[in-house]
């Protein structure tokens, strides 16, 4: 007989309203598939779930067959916390954007040792971030990163229309970037500097710790911020709330 239960490396990416008590948890599973399942009681104050359930948090779990089409949490230990997001505005407002692109970018079913760790390492930065600056950086990197992954990587190289080694516009509707005589028949292609450009090429190949230590000036970091909600909304095809609510705030 099948096993009716299963153990899990999980990160919480959202949390969803279920009876009076209990939430549906959407998560991130150390294989990279989404996975969903109840806890119950997690919404009573105090309650044993309640504190193992939380937003961003790494949870190792204990999944049993429900009745319904749901798992249920039957047991849960945490494994990081990343408390330090937790309490700060900024950083939970940062945290709820990576969330909700890994929840955008993970599926039931369809393993990928990639988002998990890359998930992971991201809160992580997050949670030792110093100021805006590095938060704006650490969001962008992600959702490049995490895109260019899942087959979104945009050429930034050369002209994506002629070819032209010498770039200075990125337009996310025709795929990445283009030359100054190009660019004039493309709407909504966007000028960059080149610090800019150079700095997209580092979110993709660089890695968060590498990208921390060199720094780029905070008109820099919101630049790359936007551009990169840019690339994921044009790419993925829809309204991010969290990253909108992240850049209006
Ligand atoms: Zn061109």
């Known amino acids: 007989m099948a096993s009716r239960t299963r153990r899990l490396s999980c990160i919480v990416l959202r949390r969803t309203k279920l ?24 919404r009573r104050p105090g309650g044993r779930l309640a504190s193992r359930s939380e937003l961003f948090s790494e949870v190792d779990l204990l999944l049993a067959k429900g009745r319904g089409a749901l798992e249920v949490v ?3 230990t ?11 505005f900024a950083r939970v407002s940062a945290a709820s954007v990576v969330a909700e692109l890994a929840c955008l970018t993970c599926l039931q079913n369809s393993e990928d040792s990639f988002l998990h760790p890359i998930c992971s390492k991201a809160l992580a930065c997050l949670e030792r971030a110093c100021d805006q600056r590095q938060l704006d950086l650490i969001v962008a990197a992600y959702v490049m990163k995490v895109l260019a992954h899942c087959g979104w990587r945009p050429e930034l190289t050369q002209c994506i229309s002629c070819g032209d080694a010498e770039v200075s516009y990125l337009s996310a509707q025709m795929g990445g970037t283009l030359c100054s005589s190009c660019a004039k028949d493309v709407p909504g292609a966007r ?18 710790d ?13 630049a790359l911020v936007l551009l990169a909600h840019v690339w994921a909304t044009t790419q993925l095809d829809c309204r991010l709330r969290a990253y909108e609510f992240m850049l209006s705030s």
Do not use: C, Y
């Open 74 to 76: 039957s047991e849960a």
């Open 19 to 42: 009876a009076e008590q209990d939430l549906i948890l959407t998560m991130l599973a150390a294989s990279g598939e989404e996975v969903r399942a109840v806890a119950k009681g997690a």
């Open 191 to 208: 000028r960059l500097e080149r610090s800019e450009l150079a700095w997209l090429r580092a979110l993709i190949t660089s890695t968060f």
């Open 210 to 222: 590498e990208l921390l230590a060199a720094g780029p000036d905070p008109k820099t970091s919101s």
């Open 78 to 88: 945490l494994v990081n916390a990343h408390a330090k997001i937790r309490g700060d």
